[in-house]
C-alpha cells in the first residue's frame, strides 16, 4: 500500500469529488478523489479517498488540511490504512 493515498474524513455531505480535487490541487497532483456513498441511497456517507501524485504531496496536504475547516467542519486527513479482509456476509435473518 503507497502513502500516497489518503483518508479524508468529517465531510460535509454535499461534497463531490471535484470539489476535493480543487481542494487537494494546491498540494500537489490529484491521481484521484473519490468520495464514499452509501449503496442504497447514493447519499454521500461522509469520507472519501484521494490519491495523491507521490508521498511527498500526501504529507503537504495532510499538513495543510487535517483539522482545518472545509464548509463548516474540520476535515481529517490521514494516510489511508489498507483495507481490512472482512468476511462478506449478511446481517439479519430471514431462514425459517
Do not use: C, H
Given at each position: 500500500?503507497?502513502?500516497?493515498?489518503?483518508?479524508?474524513?468529517?465531510?460535509?455531505?454535499?461534497?463531490?469529488?471535484?470539489?476535493?480535487t480543487?481542494?487537494?490541487?494546491?498540494?500537489?497532483?490529484?491521481?484521484?478523489?473519490?468520495?464514499?456513498?452509501?449503496?442504497?441511497?447514493?447519499?454521500?456517507r461522509?469520507?472519501?479517498?484521494?490519491?495523491m501524485?507521490?508521498?511527498?504531496?500526501?504529507?503537504?496536504?495532510?499538513?495543510?488540511?487535517?483539522?482545518?475547516?472545509?464548509?463548516?467542519?474540520?476535515?481529517?486527513?490521514?494516510?489511508?490504512?489498507?483495507?481490512?479482509?472482512?468476511?462478506?456476509?449478511?446481517?439479519?435473518?430471514?431462514?425459517?
Amino acid at each position: 500500500m503507497s502513502n500516497n493515498r489518503l483518508y479524508v474524513g468529517n465531510l460535509p455531505f454535499q461534497v463531490t469529488d471535484a470539489d476535493l480535487t480543487n481542494l487537494f490541487t494546491p498540494f500537489g497532483t490529484v491521481a484521484k478523489a473519490n468520495v464514499i456513498t452509501d449503496r442504497d441511497t447514493g447519499r454521500s456517507r461522509g469520507f472519501a479517498f484521494v490519491e495523491m501524485g507521490n508521498a511527498e504531496q500526501a504529507q503537504a496536504a495532510i499538513g495543510g488540511l487535517d483539522g482545518k475547516p472545509f464548509e463548516g467542519r474540520n476535515l481529517q486527513v490521514s494516510v489511508a490504512r489498507p483495507r481490512e479482509d472482512r468476511p462478506r456476509g449478511g446481517g439479519g435473518g430471514g431462514r425459517y
